[in-house]
């Protein structure tokens, strides 16, 4: 039987200086931590409309 591999999106939203950047990281250590070795976890942050970045495509 194959495997299904889930994969989760997380968005945080709120005003400049609200911790987003805070919270999206305690979150990725969390599962990090508690998560076996094997499994690939990304961190990612883009502030916003830079070239080259994910967020380029975002604020197309």
Do not use: Q, R
Request: proline share 3%.
């Amino acid at each position: 039987m194959n495997k299904i591999k889930l994969l989760k999106f997380v968005v945080f939203e709120g005003f400049d200086g609200s911790g987003k950047s805070t919270y999206s990281h305690m979150l990725y250590e969390y599962y990090k931590n508690i998560l076996s070795e094997s499994a690939n976890i990304a961190y990612e942050a883009f502030p916003g409309n830079k070239p080259n970045t994910f967020g380029e495509y975002i604020y197309i």
